[in-house]
């Protein structure tokens, strides 16, 4: 490190490192530049070190900041607002939701991948087997009805989102609002049919066994 201390900061010293100090000899920075960034330096030291704790409140609205968080905190009230506290609204529910389903797929598809990869098992077998308990349709169809809903829905609001992206479909929070509730009518429409074809393929199914 090398230290210098410019006419306009005497009192202090403005410290660099030698590979900074041969770029600025060999561009011939002014004085003035070392200047402006010697004062630059001692503000953010001044803001690294302003960290306010317990022992180091000082001023009356440091103190009484304090004492108001450990009275929250002896209430069992938490410090940082939580969902708890938010009116429920479609536009975060439905974003909250298509990170969820997004996860719920992805870890869905490693360990299934996985486990079928490990496993003396496929998944053609799996299906198989499940077939094989001749479940009826009405139990069937609510499995096959979580299953279908998300990652439709995923789809939709991904391409939702797209729009979004695109400035598309955002100018004013109604239009947000439509296309939210369009993306969740279509989604449960869209699953619902698929349950049904299911249900009724298997039925054909089994009349011509």
């Known amino acids: 490190m090398l230290c210098t201390a410019p006419p306009c900061l005497s009192d202090e010293l403005i410290c660099f490192d030698k590979q900074y100090v041969a770029f600025f000899r060999m561009i011939n920075i002014p004085t003035s530049i070392l200047c402006r960034l010697g004062a630059r330096s001692s503000i953010s030291r001044s803001f690294g070190t302003s960290v306010v704790t317990k022992s180091e409140a000082k ?3 440091q103190k009484f900041g304090w004492e108001y ?9 938490p410090i940082a607002p939580h969902l708890t506290i ?10 909250g939701f298509h990170r969820i389903s997004g996860c719920v797929m992805a870890g869905t598809l490693l360990v299934g ?5 490990v496993l003396p098992l ?3 077998t799996f299906i198989e087997y499940i ?7 009405a139990v069937t169809a609510v499995f096959k009805y979580i299953i279908a809903f998300p990652i ?5 609001n991904g391409i939702r989102f797209l729009g979004f992206d695109l400035a598309k479909g955002v100018d004013n929070i109604g239009q947000v609002y439509k296309s939210g509730w369009l993306v969740f009518g279509v989604s449960a429409v869209i699953a619902l049919a698929i ?3 299911s249900c009724q393929n298997k039925n054909k199914a089994v009349k011509t066994a």
């Open 195 to 197: 349950v049904i074809n």
């Open 69 to 77: 968080l450990m009275k929250q905190r002896a209430k069992s009230r």
């Open 131 to 137: 077939r094989g308990w001749n479940l009826p349709c």
């Open 122 to 124: 496929d998944f053609t």
């Open 113 to 117: 991948g996985i486990g079928f990869a």
């Open 86 to 95: 938010y009116q429920p609204q479609l536009t975060w529910m439905l974003s």
């Open 152 to 156: 439709i829905f995923h789809t939709l």
């Open 59 to 61: 001023t009356p609205i």
